[in-house]
C-alpha cells in the first residue's frame, strides 16, 4: 500500500532555523504513521521531535480580554474566500469560518487557514535596507526613499523615463494596483506590469477578441448548475481547493466531470473522465472534439446562426483534423477523444474550465479562442451552468488586469491611444499636455508591423521580457535606451522564465528596487553588491480595501492588523515615492492623502468615475462595505439577495456594474445571458468590431437581452446613436451637456448607459461572437508546436511564426529556435504547477512554518520509465537541465502521476540558484523556512505571438542523477 | 445525548490540508506534531484517494484501555480527552490506536518521551476551560465556547464533518443516497462499532 | 415600681416583633409553570448540547 507522495519529504524539524543542519535531513514515511496499526514511532528520526518552545506559542487568546472581529478576503486565490479574524489588544489571535461569505461558505484550504500566521509575521522584512558591498545596511524610510528617488531622477536625466520598468502586483487592492498604473502614467513610460502578463494575459486578450470581456463568464458557485464540466489545464484541487466545494457538489448532483491534463492531478483523481495529453497540444486536442461534433450535428446550429459569426470557417480547420491526426499529435486515444466530445455534447449546459496548463503558451491566444469556439458550438456561452469558467490566479488578478497596472493598456482596456489617454486625463483632472510632457517625446519608434510611434502610444517592455529589456543590444529595442532600473513591488521574480539570464540582467541593473513583504528571491538569486534596496511592504491584512475575484464580484477587505515592524502599504510607498520624484500632488489631485496615505476609499470613487468600458462604475465602497456586512443574505447558488438590504444585487456587484452607484445596478452574475433584462444582470454579445466585415453581418440576428426595445442586433451606443432614436431627450440637462460628442465608454456623466439600459438595451452593443480574428496573427486558430517540442518531426507541418523585429518593443523569436531539433539532447518534455500549499513565487507561504512544514522540499515528478532509463530511484537528489542550459538540483520523485516522456515540477520555490542554497544572502532572520531551486532557472525561451505570454508549460529538458 | 465523532468523506476530500493547518492554527502545536494528518491511497494513479485522519475519540477507546496510568477519560459527549498531569508518556497509547493519533512532542532518546498529545475534539483537557494553563497544555477549548472543530468547520468541501454523531450520519447518508455509491463511512467501525446497513432482503 | 412590667411588656413586644422582622424567608413560592429551584447541571449540557447542534447546522451543512 503505497500511502504517502509528496509528503514523503518531511524534513526535521531544527533545520529550519539553520542552514548547517541541512546534513541531517531525513525523511519519514508519514502516510504509515497515520495509517497502519503505527508502530514506526521508533524509526522516526530524533531530530524530528522537539519541544514547543514558549515563541512558538505566541498571539494566542487570553481569557478575560475583549475579542474583536475583523472580516477580511483570503489573500492567496481568486476563489475570495471570506476570513474571520480575531483580535485581542490589536494582535491577532484566532480565525474562524467566515459561513455567512456565499463563495467560501466558511471553508479554507490550508493557506487561508493559515492567515494568522501573517500576524506572527517572523521572517518578514522588517526595516528598508540596501546592499552595501554585498552587505544588508538598515535603513530610515527617509533615507531610503530619497536615495532611490535621486537614483531615479539621474537615470531619468541620463536614458529618459523608458529606462525604469515598474512591476505593480495582483496581490494589491484594486485601489493599489490602480494606483500603481497611474504611478508609471505619470512618471512617463508603459513599461509596467503585474502578474496578470504571465497569468492569463492570453485568456484576456483571446476571450476578449472572441466575445466583448476576456473575463470567467460564470462564476464558481453557478458550477453547481452545469451538468459537464470539461477542465483543461486546470488543477482546481490545488489551485482553487475551494472551488472543489461547488464542483463536487455539481458532480453529486449527477454533472460528468472530465480532467484533460497532461499530468493525472488531484483534480483528475475526482473526474469520472480523465485524458492524458501531449503538453501544448490542446488546439488538435479541441478540433478532435469540433470533429466529431460537427460529424454528429451536435452544434447548436440556432444559437450559432443568431449570435456567432464565421463558425464556418471553423468548420473548414476542424475537417484537418481526423481522430486519427489528434490522436497523434496529442496522444489521447482516439474513443477517449469521441467519449469526451459525445459527454460535452450530450450533457449541456456545460462549462469549460481552463488555467495556466493553457496559457502559457507561445500560441495561447489562439488556444483559449478556439476553448470559445467549441462553447459557442455547443451554445453554452450565456447560460447558467455553461460558460468559459477561467479560474484566475492571485486574489486580485482579476482587478489587477481591469484597473491595475499593465504594459498594453490604461486601466480597464482603454488602450493606449491618444483618445484613451485623454479619456484617463479628464477622469485625473489633469491636462492632457502636461502628461504627454512626462514621456519620451523626442521621436518615434519602431512598432512593429511598418508602423511607428511615441512610447505613449506603444504597449511598454512586459514583465515577461524586463530582463530583454535590460540585456538586448539597445539598437534593437523601439525606446531610447535599456531598461536600468527595475522596481519590483509585490512580485516574484521567480515565477518568470530564464532564470540565467535573468540573473545576468539583474547583474546588469543600475538600481534594483523590491518592494514586497519579504526579500524574495530577487534580492538573493544576484551577485549584485550595490544598489539594491527593499522596502518592507505590508500584506493586504494590514490595509484594507477591495479586492476582485474571479467571478468579478469586488469584496471589501477590512484591515485586521496595523502594519507589522516597519512595514507600509503599497499606496502609502507609491505617494512617499511621487512626492521625491516630484509629481505626487498630479498623483492625487482628487484623493484625500493623510499622512502620506492616499484614501482608499477616494482610489475606488475615482476609478468608478472613469471605469465604464466593464463597469467598474457602480462598485461604490458604501456599497461594497454593504455587501459584506449582509454576506449572508446571498444565495449561495445564484449569487442574488432575494430579500433583505442588498435585494436584487449579486454578491460583490460582478463587472460589469453598469452606470453610477445611484443607478443601482445589481451586477452581472453571468456574461453574455440574454434571459435577463440588462437592468437586472442579462448581456449579450459586444459590439466590437464593426456592423460587418467581409460581407457578413457581426450583430446578432433576432436575439436581444429580455424586455430590449430593439429586437435584433445594434451597434455600440454613442450620443449620436441616442439622437437617431429619439432616446436623447431622456438625458438631463447636465447628462446632456457632458454626454454630447461622447460615447457609452467617455461619458463621465453616465447618462448614456443610464438611458440605454432604461430602454433594455446593453450599452456595449449587441453583436456576434466571432471566431475569425482577423486582427490576430492567425485569424483562425492553427496548430502549432512547441519551439522546444519532443515531436520535431511534426514542425514541418505545424511550424510556429517568424521572428519578429519589434514587438512590445523589442525582436522575439519564433522560427529561429524552433528550426532545430533540440529533442536529441533533451528528449523530456519539461512541465510545472501548483502545490496546494504554495502559490505564486511562494514567499509567504515557505516562510510560514504551518505551511512550510507540509511541503519542505523541491522536487521533480519523473516517471518510472524515464527513471529508469535515467538511473534515478525515488527521492534522490537530480540535475534537471532545461533546453537553454539552466540546471536545478531537486529531489525525484518517480510516480505515475506523470506520463513517460513528461517531468513536472512545482514552481513556487525560490532561494537555492543552480544546486546552491542562497542562505547567507538573505537579511538576518529573513531567510523562509523552506528553500529550493526556482524552477524557471530551467525553463526556457517563448512567447505568445499577442500578449507576450511566457512559455513555460512545454519546453525540453534531460535528467541526470546529482 | 449527542455523541461526537468525526467522518471524512473520501469521495470529497481534496487532500488540500486546510484542516491539518486550520488545527496547527487553532492550537498552535510545535512543528513535528500533527495531530491530523491527511493519507492518500493510490498516490498519482486512477482510484486515489484521501482521507483526513486524526484521533477518532472511539468508543471503548483502545488507548485509555492500554493506559497504565488511566489517564484517558471521556466526556458525556463522547470526547476522548486525556490528563497531561498524569500522563508519563510510555507510548503504549500509540502502538494501542489504530488511527496512528498520539503524537510525542518531547524527548531526547527512545523510551523516554514526553506528555502524549494528540486532537482533543478541540476540547481542551481537565484544566479549567479557556484558561492560559489549558491553551498551554491542550489548545483552544472550542466546545466550551459552544463551537466545533475547527479542522471540519474550516473543511475546503465540508469532507470532515465533526459534530453530533447523528447529524454527521444523516448527512453522509444523504450523500450516498445522491451518488448512489455504498456507504465507506472510513474509520466509523473501528472508531464507533458502526456496522453500515445491509442491503435489505427483498 | 409600675414602670418595671411596663417597661419588661415593651421589650417583649420588641423583642416579638424583632423575631418577626428578621425571620430568614426560605420559602419559594409558587407560580404556575415556573421551575424556581436550583440550577439543574443536566439542563446546562442539555443547552451546550443544542448549541452545538445549532452551530454544526450553521457552519457545516451543505448551502
Given at each position: 500500500m503505497k500511502t504517502f507522495r509528496k509528503k514523503w519529504l518531511q524534513r526535521t524539524s531544527r533545520e529550519i532555523h539553520s542552514p548547517k543542519s541541512l546534513s541531517r535531513r531525513t525523511f519519514l514515511i508519514r502516510g504509515s504513521v497515520a495509517l497502519g496499526s503505527g508502530a514506526v514511532l521508533g524509526l522516526l528520526p530524533l531530530s524530528c521531535v522537539r519541544k514547543a518552545t514558549?515563541?512558538?506559542?505566541?498571539?494566542?487568546?487570553?481569557?478575560?480580554?475583549?475579542?474583536?472581529?475583523?472580516?477580511?478576503?483570503?489573500?492567496?486565490?481568486?476563489?475570495?474566500?471570506?476570513?474571520?479574524?480575531?483580535?485581542?489588544?490589536g494582535v491577532w489571535t484566532g480565525q474562524e469560518p467566515d459561513y455567512d461569505s456565499p463563495l467560501n461558505l466558511g471553508a479554507h484550504c490550508c493557506k487561508g487557514a493559515a492567515a494568522r500566521s501573517h500576524g506572527l509575521g517572523e521572517r518578514r522584512l522588517k526595516f528598508p535596507m540596501k546592499l552595501v558591498n554585498g552587505a544588508w545596511v538598515r535603513l530610515s524610510w527617509k533615507q531610503a526613499i530619497d536615495e532611490i528617488g535621486d537614483r531615479l531622477l539621474k537615470i531619468r536625466a541620463e536614458s529618459g523615463p523608458d529606462a525604469l520598468f515598474f512591476c505593480g502586483s495582483s496581490k494589491a487592492s484594486n485601489e493599489g494596483a490602480y494606483l500603481q498604473g497611474k504611478f508609471a502614467a505619470l512618471w512617463g513610460t508603459n513599461n509596467v506590469d503585474n502578474q496578470a502578463r504571465i497569468c492569463h494575459s492570453t485568456t484576456v486578450d483571446g476571450v476578449a477578441n472572441t466575445w466583448g470581456y476576456g473575463a470567467m463568464t460564470n462564476s464558481y458557485n453557478d458550477m453547481r448548475n452545469s451538468k459537464a464540466m470539461l477542465f483543461l489545464g486546470s488543477n482546481a484541487a490545488e489551485a482553487h481547493p475551494v472551488a472543489m466545494q461547488h464542483i463536487l457538489r455539481a458532480k453529486e448532483d449527477g454533472s460528468k466531470m472530465i480532467v484533460v491534463d497532461p499530468r493525472f492531478t488531484r483534480t483528475a483523481a475526482h473526474a469520472d473522465i480523465y485524458?492524458?495529453?501531449?503538453?501544448?497540444?490542446?488546439?488538435?486536442?479541441?478540433?478532435?472534439?469540433?470533429?466529431?461534433?460537427?460529424?454528429?450535428?451536435?452544434?447548436?446550429?440556432?444559437?450559432?446562426?443568431?449570435?456567432?459569426?464565421?463558425?464556418?470557417?471553423?468548420?473548414r480547420e476542424v475537417e484537418k483534423w481526423p481522430p486519427e491526426e489528434v490522436e497523434n499529435v496529442t496522444g489521447v486515444p482516439k474513443e477517449k477523444v469521441f467519449e469526451i466530445a459525445q459527454t460535452m455534447a450530450k450533457n449541456r449546459p456545460g462549462t469549460i474550465i481552463w488555467c495556466m496548463g493553457i496559457t502559457q503558451h507561445h500560441m495561447a491566444s489562439h488556444t483559449t479562442r478556439l476553448f470559445c469556439v467549441l462553447q459557442l458550438a455547443l451554445g453554452n456561452i450565456g447560460v447558467s451552468g455553461g460558460g468559459a469558467n477561467i479560474f484566475r490566479g492571485h486574489d486580485n488578478v482579476q482587478g489587477a488586469t481591469d484597473v491595475g497596472p499593465n504594459c498594453h493598456t490604461l486601466s480597464c482596456y482603454y488602450g493606449l491611444a491618444e483618445g484613451s489617454w485623454k479619456h484617463w486625463c479628464r477622469v485625473w483632472s489633469l491636462d492632457y499636455e502636461w502628461v504627454k510632457s512626462r514621456f519620451d517625446m523626442t521621436r518615434q519608434y519602431d512598432a512593429g508591423g511598418g508602423k511607428t510611434a511615441y512610447t505613449m502610444?506603444?504597449?511598454?517592455?512586459?514583465?515577461?521580457?524586463?530582463?530583454?529589456?535590460?540585456?538586448?543590444?539597445?539598437?534593437?529595442?523601439?525606446?531610447?535606451?535599456?531598461?536600468?532600473?527595475?522596481?519590483?513591488?509585490g512580485m516574484a521574480c521567480n515565477s518568470q522564465t530564464r532564470g540565467v539570464e535573468m540573473k545576468k540582467a539583474l547583474e546588469k541593473l543600475d538600481l534594483l528596487v523590491i518592494s514586497d513583504p519579504f526579500p524574495t528571491h530577487m534580492a538573493v538569486m544576484s551577485d549584485r553588491k550595490n544598489d539594491t534596496y527593499l522596502l518592507p511592504t505590508c500584506t493586504q491584512y494590514e490595509t484594507y480595501g477591495s479586492a476582485t475575484a474571479s467571478n468579478r464580484s469586488l469584496q471589501w477587505r477590512e484591515k485586521v492588523i496595523d502594519p507589522l515592524y516597519e512595514s507600509l502599504p503599497d499606496h502609502v510607498i507609491l505617494y512617499k515615492l511621487a512626492k521625491k520624484l516630484g509629481f505626487a500632488d498630479e498623483l492625487c489631485k482628487n484623493i484625500k492623502v493623510t499622512n502620506d496615505e492616499p484614501l482608499i476609499e477616494d482610489l475606488l470613487r475615482e476609478i468608478n468615475r472613469g471605469a465604464w468600458t466593464i463597469g467598474y462604475t457602480g462598485q461604490s465602497p458604501e456599497r461594497l462595505k454593504l455587501h459584506a456586512q449582509h454576506r449572508r443574505t446571498f444565495d449561495p447558488r445564484t449569487l442574488k439577495a432575494e430579500a433583505g438590504p442588498c435585494k436584487g444585487d449579486y454578491y460583490g456587484l460582478p463587472w460589469p456594474c453598469w452606470g453610477k452607484p445611484e443607478m443601482k445596478h445589481p451586477g452581472t452574475p453571468i456574461l453574455y445571458d440574454p434571459s435577463k433584462p440588462v437592468a437586472e444582470g442579462g448581456l449579450v454579445f459586444r459590439a466590437n468590431w464593426g456592423m460587418d466585415y467581409n460581407g457578413q453581418s457581426l450583430l446578432a440576428g433576432g436575439v436581444y437581452s429580455k424586455g430590449s426595445e430593439l429586437k435584433d442586433g445594434y451597434p455600440e451606443f454613442d450620443a449620436e446613436i441616442l439622437k437617431k432614436l429619439g432616446w436623447w431627450d431622456d438625458l438631463t440637462p447636465e447628462e446632456k451637456k457632458e454626454a454630447e460628442g461622447k460615447n457609452w465608454k467617455t461619458d463621465l456623466s453616465g447618462g448614456i448607459q443610464r438611458v440605454v439600459i432604461k430602454h433594455g438595451c446593453a450599452p456595449f452593443g449587441n453583436g456576434r461572437a466571432r471566431c475569425h480574428v482577423w486582427t490576430y496573427p492567425d485569424p483562425i486558430p492553427v496548430h502549432r508546436e512547441p519551439l522546444y517540442t519532443p515531436r520535431f518531426d511534426l514542425v514541418k507541418k505545424y511550424p510556429t511564426y517568424p521572428d519578429r523585429k519589434a514587438f512590445f518593443r523589442l525582436p522575439t523569436r519564433y522560427a529561429s529556435i524552433q528550426s532545430v531539433d533540440h529533442s536529441t539532447k533533451y528528449p523530456l518534455i519539461f512541465t510545472s504547477g501548483r502545490l496546494t500549499e504554495y502559490e505564486g513565487g511562494g514567499e509567504e507561504q515557505r516562510s510560514d512554518a504551518w505551511l512550510a512544514k507540509l511541503q519542505p522540499e523541491m522536487f521533480a515528478e519523473v516517471n518510472p520509465k524515464d527513471a529508469n532509463?535515467?538511473?534515478?530511484?525515488?527521492?534522490?537528489?537530480?540535475?534537471?537541465?532545461?533546453?537553454?542550459?539552466?540546471?536545478?538540483?531537486?529531489?525525484?520523485?518517480?510516480?505515475?502521476?506523470?506520463?513517460?516522456?513528461?517531468?513536472?515540477?512545482?514552481?513556487?520555490?525560490?532561494?537555492?540558484?543552480q544546486g546552491k542554497d542562497l542562505y547567507e544572502k538573505y537579511p538576518q532572520g529573513t531567510a523562509p523556512y523552506t528553500r529550493g531551486e526556482a524552477c524557471n532557472t530551467a525553463t526556457t525561451y517563448g512567447y505568445d505571438s499577442v500578449t507576450q505570454m511566457q512559455e513555460t508549460k512545454a519546453t525540453l529538458c534531460r535528467i541526470t542523477p546529482a | 445525548m449527542a455523541r461526537m465523532k468525526f467522518l471524512c468523506?473520501?469521495?470529497?476530500?481534496?487532500?488540500?490540508?486546510?484542516?491539518?493547518?486550520?488545527?496547527?492554527?487553532?492550537?498552535?502545536?510545535?512543528?513535528?506534531?500533527?495531530?491530523?494528518?491527511?493519507?492518500?491511497?493510490?498516490?498519482?494513479?486512477?482510484?486515489?484517494?484521501?482521507?483526513?485522519?486524526?484521533?477518532?475519540?472511539?468508543?471503548?477507546?483502545?488507548?485509555?484501555?492500554?493506559?497504565?496510568?488511566?489517564?484517558?477519560?471521556?466526556?458525556?459527549?463522547?470526547?476522548?480527552?486525556?490528563?497531561?498531569?498524569?500522563?508519563?508518556?510510555?507510548?503504549?497509547?500509540?502502538?494501542?490506536?489504530?488511527?496512528?493519533?498520539?503524537?510525542?512532542?518531547?524527548?531526547?532518546a527512545f523510551a523516554e518521551r514526553g506528555k502524549m498529545d494528540k486532537c482533543t475534539f478541540c476540547a481542551g483537557g481537565p484544566l479549567p476551560d479557556n484558561s492560559v494553563e489549558e491553551y498551554r497544555m491542550y489548545g483552544r477549548n472550542r466546545i466550551a465556547e459552544g463551537k466545533l472543530p475547527l479542522c471540519a468547520e474550516m473543511c475546503a468541501t465540508k469532507a470532515l464533518l465533526g459534530g453530533d454523531g447523528n447529524i454527521v450520519s444523516e448527512i453522509y447518508i444523504q450523500r450516498i443516497t445522491k451518488r448512489g455509491g455504498k456507504s465507506q463511512a472510513w474509520g466509523w467501525e473501528t472508531a464507533y462499532h458502526f456496522k453500515p446497513a445491509k442491503e435489505k432482503n427483498p | 415600681m409600675k414602670t418595671y412590667p411596663r417597661v419588661l411588656t415593651g421589650l417583649i413586644v420588641l423583642a416579638g416583633l424583632v423575631g418577626c422582622s428578621s425571620e430568614p424567608r426560605t420559602v419559594t413560592m409558587h407560580e404556575p409553570g415556573v421551575y424556581k429551584g436550583a440550577k439543574d447541571p443536566l439542563l446546562a449540557q442539555r443547552e451546550q448540547q443544542q448549541m452545538l447542534i445549532d452551530r454544526f447546522k450553521l457552519v457545516q451543512t451543505d448551502r
Open positions: 514558549e515563541e512558538e506559542r505566541k498571539n494566542f487568546p487570553l481569557p478575560d480580554v475583549k475579542t474583536e472581529y475583523r472580516r477580511t478576503i483570503c489573500t492567496h486565490c481568486s476563489v475570495g474566500c471570506g476570513i474571520i479574524a480575531e483580535l485581542q489588544n485524458a492524458r495529453l501531449r503538453s501544448g497540444t490542446d488546439i488538435p486536442f479541441i478540433y478532435g472534439l469540433l470533429w466529431h461534433i460537427f460529424k454528429n450535428g451536435w452544434e447548436d446550429k440556432e444559437y450559432i446562426a443568431r449570435r456567432v459569426y464565421a463558425m464556418d470557417q471553423i468548420r502610444n506603444m504597449p511598454g517592455i512586459p514583465v515577461s521580457r524586463w530582463i530583454d529589456g535590460v540585456l538586448e543590444d539597445k539598437a534593437n529595442l523601439s525606446q531610447r535606451d535599456n531598461l536600468r532600473a527595475v522596481i519590483f513591488q532509463n535515467a538511473g534515478i530511484s525515488d527521492g534522490q537528489y537530480i540535475w534537471l537541465e532545461g533546453a537553454e542550459g539552466g540546471r536545478i538540483k531537486v529531489r525525484a520523485m518517480v510516480t505515475q502521476r506523470v506520463g513517460p516522456g513528461t517531468v513536472w515540477t512545482p514552481f513556487h520555490f525560490g532561494g537555492w540558484f | 468523506d473520501a469521495e470529497r476530500c481534496i487532500e488540500c490540508n486546510g484542516c491539518v493547518t486550520a488545527c496547527n492554527n487553532e492550537h498552535d502545536v510545535p512543528w513535528g506534531i500533527n495531530r491530523r494528518h491527511v493519507v492518500t491511497l493510490n498516490d498519482g494513479v486512477s482510484g486515489e484517494k484521501s482521507i483526513s485522519v486524526a484521533c477518532m475519540h472511539c468508543t471503548d477507546a483502545p488507548c485509555a484501555a492500554v493506559c497504565p496510568v488511566d489517564c484517558f477519560y471521556t466526556t458525556p459527549d463522547g470526547i476522548v480527552l486525556h490528563d497531561k498531569d498524569l500522563c508519563i508518556g510510555c507510548g503504549y497509547c500509540f502502538y494501542a490506536c489504530p488511527f496512528g493519533a498520539p503524537q510525542f512532542p518531547e524527548g531526547n | -
